[in-house]
């Protein structure tokens, strides 16, 4: 009876988790705008955005309903006569449909098929949405378009943080040009920044340089409201990584003991689809996805590459895994846009993109993220996540998963992601100040050279393992996530239910769920493993040489061969397959560096 009564408790408590109910109990009270149900941070900004006539700053965490509030304000600007026209600036081209739709809904008309050379729009409508490249382009349209007498303009920079990206420097300047003389200005952005280059413009700064928001709504404040933003853990995935650098002997580290200087070579090895990590983390996160999709048939993942090469790879393991096409959108496609809407729309598993649904997408279907890109600053970090955050309503009691690598680049901010923007953007300083203090620089100090990274050679990597899920800061290790799964569907619960949060609500009930066992370990390479593997880049390596130098494959291995004093390939030991590399670096160096001449090109030995 005691069990019986506990797993009650469980299943009742487990179904609020979902919704937030850990970090509130109870609703918020919402004010009402119009004929909207507001939220109450979007109540509160309006109220304050209509009552000033200077500029407005609005950061709020993905999912929070900034374009709806942006909206609704220039709804009410243009119902009292305030504004003629509205100018929307998006960062990217896909976003321009996506607000212009948005808008459509509200009765505000957005032509998102505007460009410079057309100079003027039909009289028809309300406005236009263009990207921030279009008027650094020719700021001189905008300024014509947006600064006329007869209707006044109310001016929308979404995501305006990236007016000071170090890669986009001409971007504030143009914004300045075109539109210093509107009449109003909205800023809009979903991520906590400061700049170090100069000021964007229209935005106000403190005395350390970090801009000084209107309106602050960030992660945290959302998941106490519970019905803004999902909650969402973190399973990290440990493993082997294994690579070598020109002239340089083999490495093998774990994810997990990557350090600053070995971080990002660990990561090159790890992610390459022709290796066995992260097909095996591929095959997790659809596990995963498969028990959510249980209970909510059309919830969706997203894979995030770092190239365009890997995510067509990725899609492709996707497709031998799910037996369904992964829908893939990267920036250089064309047809981006237009698949990035159908798969928000469509109940298909999985997304690979690039550089296409890190910010400003709007797919509230997504529920299971893979961090599989080379990106690590925190900033990024928590605009992934905010891509799967996003409640759709009331009966939305999903905990979103992003799974992660196990490196602490990642692993510190999955830890703080309920923290407040404030914290975020003081730990992003300090960083900034030890990278200044020891003299970081791309270009050297004094008289001492650049130094540029080395290409990285990938040699492999292990199967993933998963020694933990991150919730709300805490680690909880895999035999106890297991364990809980089991009490779960002893107790009826969803399958979709995340176990941390039993964990976390079997001891809030007073028990405990016990398992002494260690994390798993990643396995060890065996010897045989290990050589196979050195063989391999050997005979890869021996291949180019033969292409540059016109050489029989048989030759080259000769010459390896009597170097070492071995009969064949086979009788090599680790150090002087090790070593074969490294002579055969030397020899490809120097047959590039002749040109490749037709002939024997054997460098001294």
Request: net charge positive.
């Amino acid at each position: 009876m005691l069990l019986a009564a506990l797993l009650l408790i469980i299943a009742v408590l487990a179904a609020l988790a979902c919704r937030g109910a850990l970090q509130q109990q109870g609703r918020r009270h919402h004010g009402r705008f119009g004929h909207m149900r507001l939220r109450q941070w979007q109540d509160d900004g309006l109220r304050r955005f209509l009552g000033t006539n200077r500029d407005f700053l609005v950061v709020a965490t993905p999912g929070a309903g900034k374009t709806a509030f942006a909206l609704l304000a220039a709804q009410a600007m243009m119902d009292r006569g305030e504004i003629g026209w509205i100018t929307v600036v998006v960062p990217t081209g896909h976003l321009k449909g996506q607000w212009a739709k948005a808008a459509a809904r509200q009765g505000i008309k957005l032509n998102p098929a505007f460009v410079n050379a057309k100079k003027a729009t039909a009289p028809d409508y309300d406005g236009v949405v263009t990207t921030y490249q279009s008027v650094a382009a020719d700021p001189r349209v905008w300024d014509r378009m947006a600064n006329q007498p007869s209707r006044p303009c109310l001016v929308i920079l979404d995501e305006v943080h990236h007016a000071g990206d170090s890669e986009h420097l001409a971007w504030g300047p143009a914004l300045f040009l075109a539109f210093s003389g509107v009449h109003r200005r909205l800023m809009l952005s979903g991520t906590p920044f400061r700049t170090d280059a100069k000021p964007i413009p229209f935005l106000r700064y403190d005395e350390e340089r970090r801009v000084i928001p209107d309106i602050n709504y960030d992660y945290g404040m959302a998941l106490q409201d519970q019905e803004v933003v999902r909650p969402v853990v973190f399973p990290a995935l440990d493993g082997e990584a294994r690579w070598r650098l020109a002239s340089e002997h083999a490495v093998a580290k774990r994810l997990s003991e990557t350090d600053p200087g070995t971080v990002s070579h660990a990561l090159s090895a790890a992610l390459d689809p022709g290796k066995d990590w992260i097909p095996s983390v591929l095959r997790r996160a659809n596990d995963e996805l498969s028990l959510i999709r249980q209970d909510t048939p059309d919830i969706g993942g997203l894979v995030l590459a770092t190239n365009q090469q890997h995510a067509r790879a990725y899609a492709a393991i996707l497709q031998e895994i799910t037996g369904e096409s992964a829908t893939v959108a990267t920036s250089d496609a064309p047809s981006a846009s237009k698949r990035i809407f159908e798969f928000a729309s469509d109940s298909t598993r999985w997304i690979v993109a690039v550089q296409m649904v890190a910010e400003g997408v709007d797919i509230p279907r997504l529920g299971v993220i893979v961090y599989a890109t080379r990106t690590r600053t925190e900033l990024f970090f928590r605009q992934v996540v905010g891509r799967c955050i996003r409640r759709r309503g009331d009966g939305d009691e999903l905990c979103a998963r992003v799974f992660i690598p196990t490196i602490q680049p990642l692993l510190d901010p999955a830890a703080r992601i309920e923290l407040t923007v404030q914290h975020v953007l003081r730990d992003e300083e300090e960083r900034v100040r030890s990278r200044h203090a020891v003299g970081e620089s791309a270009v050297g100090s004094g008289n001492r050279p650049a130094v540029f990274p080395r290409r990285v050679e990938v040699i492999g990597s292990s199967q993933s393992v998963h020694p933990y899920t991150i919730n709300s800061g805490e680690a909880f290790g895999e035999r106890i996530l297991l364990n809980a799964r089991r009490l779960g569907q002893e107790a009826g619960l969803p399958a979709s239910t995340e176990p941390s949060a039993i964990v976390r609500l079997m001891r809030l009930a007073g028990n405990q769920i016990g398992d002494g066992r260690p994390w798993p370990v990643v396995k060890e390479q065996t010897l045989v493993e290990r050589k196979k593997e050195l063989r391999t880049v050997v005979n890869r390596k021996v291949g180019h040489l033969a292409v540059l130098t016109r050489q029989p494959h048989r030759n080259i291995h000769r010459r390896l061969h009597d170097a070492f004093g071995e009969d064949n390939i086979e009788q090599a030991t680790v150090d002087t397959l090790n070593k074969r590399l490294v002579l055969l670096d030397g020899w490809i160096d120097e047959a590039k560096s002749t040109g490749g001449e037709q002939g024997e090109i054997w460098p001294s030995m």
